[in-house]
T-cell receptor, first 114, second 112 residues
Framework: DQQVKQNSPSLSVQEGRISILNCDYT??????FLWYKKYPAEGPTFLIS?????DKNEDGRFTVFLNKSAKHLSLHIVPSQPGDSAVYFCAASARTSGTYKYIFGTGTRLKVLA | DTAVSQTPKYLVTQMGNDKSIKCEQN?????MYWYKQDSKKFLKIMFSYNNKELIINETVPNRFSPKSPDKAHLNLHINSLELGDSAVYFCASSQMSLDTQYFGPGTRLTVL
């Protein structure tokens, strides 16, 4: 049962343009969402997060949008840079037995073309 | 100065062997985790410890046993390794269970 889905396994974008990565979830109990970035042979690194009480969070070139009614979130990167080329994972969490557990999507590989 | 470190980075072993993966964090965090990323790229939580106490134990075979000698270390011991155990295992830590998790570089386990 895949509660967090990233339906695009890969995405190519020209340098300087906008990258939009999408994530859908099924569990309405999720109340905290995160995006992680992963380079080859490294662990995921935290990028940006959003609580379910918000619909937008911005940090520099990165903005995450949350649409609770559609159970959808997206990560916008503007402008995209070659160094942004990586695999991006979205994750969601909900309280379970008094603690928060992250459920990850399968990732989207972003390639930013110079 | 690595925040979350794992050893070894690569581990190749035969079926039936017992192996351990070590994890250490120098962030002063209270909570540590083990994740498994399989061939389909699913990153799934296996265990979580808070101050050496087990707080999350997903449906993982008994052959997997985490051990936390102190809150800075969470080791993963695997008995009687099987082919299906081949995966990348990530350790992570966070200040509290709600906080952002910081991941180690991963250990690629290959069972032959």
């Amino acid at each position: 049962d895949q509660q967090v889905k990233q339906n695009s396994p890969s995405l190519s974008v020209q340098e300087g343009r906008i990258s939009i990565l999408n994530c859908d979830y099924t569990n309405s109990m999720f109340d905290y969402f995160l995006w992680y970035k992963k380079y080859p042979a490294e662990g995921p690194t935290f990028l940006i997060s959003i609580s379910s009480i918000k619909d937008k969070n911005e940090d520099g070139r990165f903005t995450v949008f949350l649409n609770k009614s559609a159970k959808h979130l997206s990560l916008h990167i503007v402008p995209s840079q070659p160094g942004d080329s990586a695999v991006y994972f979205c994750a969601a969490s909900a309280r379970t037995s008094g603690t928060y557990k992250y459920i990850f999507g399968t990732g989207t590989r972003l390639k930013v073309l110079a | 100065d690595t925040a979350v470190s794992q050893t070894p980075k690569y581990l190749v072993t035969q079926m039936g062997n017992d192996k351990s993966i070590k994890c250490e964090q120098n962030l002063g965090h209270d909570t540590m985790y083990w994740y498994k990323q399989d061939s389909k790229k699913f990153l799934k939580i296996m265990f979580s410890y808070n101050n050496k106490e087990l707080i999350i134990n997903e449906t993982v075979p008994n052959r997997f046993s985490p051990k936390s000698p102190d809150k800075a270390h969470l080791n993963l011991h695997i008995n009687s390794l099987e082919l299906g155990d081949s995966a990348v295992y990530f350790c992570a830590s966070s200040q509290m269970s709600l906080d952002t998790q910081y991941f180690g570089p991963g250990t690629r386990l290959t069972v032959l």
